[in-house]
């Protein structure tokens, strides 16, 4: 009867390891947390409409409840851990941010940021949160997009290097790629220039390295079946019957739907890793989080839909217009 059960659980132990046989976990999430505004006139954007007396009517309770909102789905996202590594899209500026890490319940994390400083008109910007324990940032860039002459500007792209806990050097890119405002053909030149500028940098990294770890998140308004990411950026779908370690995935391929348009989910937010960041992935851990709370009774589409700030102009008291994802990598 011993060695019964002991059979039992080394097969258990074989099909489902510990933990900490795989190594630490070290999760990421990215979020594209709609307008992420303070209540402050920045007189060199436009950022009109979200002052207290704007179209939106965008006041300190409202801006303190989205702060309290945006930490607790980011606090949430983690489970059991709090997150690594967080990659936010469309936050104005420091002033934003610093709120956000010193006035809600991520103070206790102690979390660092980095953030772009771009020239997009409406002054909204991409940041990387880091828990220092975690990862220990070693240096930061902006990349400025290089756009046609006379075309409005777009939003820089973030890329932070550092250590992690294996000691290896961690490349991030946090982006978030030109809208499709004016349609989607007549936009798509922006945000292939925004992916050739980052395919570029991936493989100045790939010349430096001897072993790159790059990872690239946030909203690419594409998708995954998109030329910005199959023919510029080259991102494979995953998982796949091999991987090699140079070649770039996109972990959300076949995921349901970060983004609802017209009653249609469309998956517009990604989550790209070369192919030695993939073999540290924890299987299955890819995911776009659909917490009960982060969504709403779609009453024009039916169904649910993501549960926003605003709904057009009308003020909702939600999270964001967007699913935050999430995916946990392994580092011994």
Request: hydrophobic share 35%.
């Given at each position: 009867m011993k060695r019964f059960l002991y059979l039992i659980l080394l097969g258990y132990l074989t099909l489902f390891p510990l933990r900490a046989q795989e190594g630490e976990r070290f999760v990421v999430v990215s979020y594209n947390v709609e307008n992420l505004f303070d209540t402050d006139d920045n007189p060199e954007t436009e950022d009109e409409e979200f002052l207290p007396m704007g179209a939106r009517h965008w006041t300190k309770g409202r801006y303190y409840q989205k702060l309290q909102h945006i930490a607790q789905a980011l606090i949430v996202a983690g489970e059991w851990d709090t997150p690594s590594l967080i990659g936010?899209?469309?936050?104005?500026?420091?002033?934003?941010?610093?709120?956000?890490?010193?006035?809600?319940?991520?103070?206790?994390?102690?979390?660092?940021?980095?953030?772009?400083?771009?020239?997009?008109k409406r002054g909204i910007n991409v940041a990387l949160l880091y828990d220092r324990t975690q990862f220990h940032k070693l240096g930061e860039e902006e990349l400025i997009v290089p756009l046609p002459r006379g075309e409005r500007s777009t939003r820089n792209i973030l890329h932070v290097w550092g250590e992690v806990r294996s000691l290896d050097t961690l490349d991030v890119f946090v982006c978030h790629l030109p809208s499709r405002y004016g349609g989607e053909l007549a936009s798509r030149p922006k945000r292939h220039a925004a992916a050739r500028l980052l395919r570029s940098c991936i493989d100045s990294i790939y010349q430096e390295r001897e072993k790159p770890l790059c990872l690239v998140m946030g909203d690419f308004n594409d998708t995954a079946a998109d030329e910005t990411l199959t023919s510029v950026l080259g991102a494979q779908p995953f998982p796949s019957d091999s991987i090699h370690d140079l070649s770039?995935?996109?972990?959300?391929t076949s995921a349901q739907g970060s983004h609802k348009y017209q009653g249609m989910w469309h998956q517009l937010d990604h989550v790209l890793v070369n192919g030695r960041l993939a073999r540290q992935l924890l299987s299955g851990s890819a995911e776009v989080l659909r917490h009960p709370f982060l969504l709403t009774r779609d009453k024009t589409w039916r169904g649910v839909r993501p549960f926003r700030s605003y709904y057009g102009f009308r003020y909702e008291g939600g999270y964001s217009d967007h699913l935050p994802l999430r995916i946990v990598l392994l580092f011994p």
């Open positions: 936010l899209c469309e936050v104005e500026g420091d002033s934003a941010v610093h709120a956000l890490l010193h006035r809600t319940s991520l103070r206790s994390v102690g979390y660092r940021y980095c953030i772009t400083h771009g020239n997009d770039l995935y996109n972990l959300f």
